[in-house]
């Protein structure tokens, strides 16, 4: 027998196989203008509905895509409802985290074996286009994990969702590819709990770790640690607030979210200059660094393929780790509370996540809870 090395230890240990994220549900208070928001300022593109014409009678859904990411944007036709309760909490926000598997109903069970409370049991839905297999376990706060099985499957989106057509309005996508990353906020020395649910639970690895001194600024602070699963197409940092001078922008968010919650979905594109600069113009608003920011990003980071005087015109940030380079940059929050933003990332071989930016960026975004009046 062949001795056992660290590769096949990690191997064996990676019990729920992940294709990748399946789609990313959100709750919103008007899905309908929510999608139209989504299409017309990311340049996602109508895909598919269920709702009062599908014959569901307390919720309706539009489904928007844009190449591997879906958003589901779901919103309660009365009141009342789990999603309407859902949505006076935490305002608009995101429910669901899909993952796509091979075997939902095994990746359950071993979830709920393992620890794990269930959302959702496995379920089979099926129409004229086959069938899928759902279920499903929380995470953090009331986020919660839906393991999607549909190998069996050849129809639009999910059974019960028809076609979503709009001939007349279809703005270009903007060259987002798929979610590279999510992020999510928890509690007071609540980050190793919810580490551990993933090794444990999940079968993910913790592949870097923040503290407080790498994230800090003057005034505020937090700490991170980055879970992945075995073929990293799944990578979730967990953020918890650290001991600042200030209020950090991670209590600020635990105070707006009312609880624990995504933070950030990071979208990756093959030309960063382009998407912003596309999604500048659709009124997509940034977090701006200070110009200063430039002056030395080239010292820091060393030759990259780019020019700097579009980095700088669009606010694109630059960080450099071993394997590589990735270029980075963040929305303003995109919900009226200061939850949930969006990253665009672009790798050029680095697997990081930024780390040489944090201080600016966090800087940045002191700047933005000082005009809100929570930076105190
Ligand atoms: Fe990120």
Redesign the pocket.
């Known amino acids: 027998m062949n001795t056992s090395t660290l590769t096949e230890t990690k191997e064996a240990q990676d019990f729920m196989p992940i294709n990748g994220t399946d789609y990313i549900e959100l709750y919103v208070g008007n899905s309908k203008q929510a999608a139209h928001y989504y299409k017309t300022a990311f340049g996602f593109q109508s895909y598919a509905y269920a709702g009062l014409r599908t014959g569901l009678k307390d919720r309706e859904s539009y489904v928007v895509i844009q190449d591997k990411i879906r958003l589901v944007l779901t919103t309660p036709l009365k009141s009342g409802t789990e999603i309407g309760k859902h949505i006076d909490k935490h305002g608009d926000g995101v429910k669901v985290v899909a993952l796509w598997v091979e075997d939902a109903t095994t990746a359950y069970n071993t979830a709920m074996e393992r620890g794990a409370k269930s959302y959702m049991e496995p379920t089979l839905e099926k129409d004229n286009d086959g069938e899928v297999v759902r279920a499903g376990i929380y995470t953090y706060g009331e986020t919660v994990h839906i393991f999607v099985e549909r190998r069996n499957y050849n129809g639009t989106f999910l059974p019960g969702f028809i076609k979503w057509e709009t001939p007349d309005y279809n703005p270009a996508p903007t060259g987002l590819k798929f979610v ?2 999510m ?1 999510g906020n928890v509690g007071w020395n609540k980050m190793n709990h919810w580490v551990e649910f993933y090794e444990n639970v999940m079968g993910f690895k913790n592949i870097l770790s923040f503290d407080d001194n790498d994230i800090s600024t003057e005034y505020t602070a937090l700490m991170s640690k980055v879970m992945s699963n075995g073929n990293g197409r799944i990578k979730f ?1 967990i953020n918890e607030p650290a001991e600042g001078k200030k209020k950090s922008q991670v209590e600020e968010y635990l105070d707006f979210y009312e609880g624990e919650g995504v933070q ?1 979905i ?1 979208v990756a594109t093959d030309d960063i200059i382009k998407t912003v600069r596309d999604l500048r113009s659709r009124g997509v608003e940034f977090l701006q660094v200070p110009s200063t920011y430039y002056d030395v990003v080239s010292d820091r980071v060393g030759e990259i393929d780019e020019d700097i005087a579009p980095l700088q015109e669009l606010g694109i940030l630059v960080d450099r780790d071993d394997e590589g380079y990735l270029l ?1 940059i ?1 929305t303003k929050p995109v919900e009226p509370r200061p939850t949930m933003f969006f ?1 665009i ?1 672009q790798r050029k071989g680095a697997q990081s ?2 780390k040489g930016n944090f201080k600016a960026l966090f800087e940045a975004i002191e700047r933005e809870q000082e005009l809100r009046g929570t930076l105190h």
């Open positions: 590279d990353h992020v940092p950030h990071a980075q963040f990253e990332i996540f930024g």
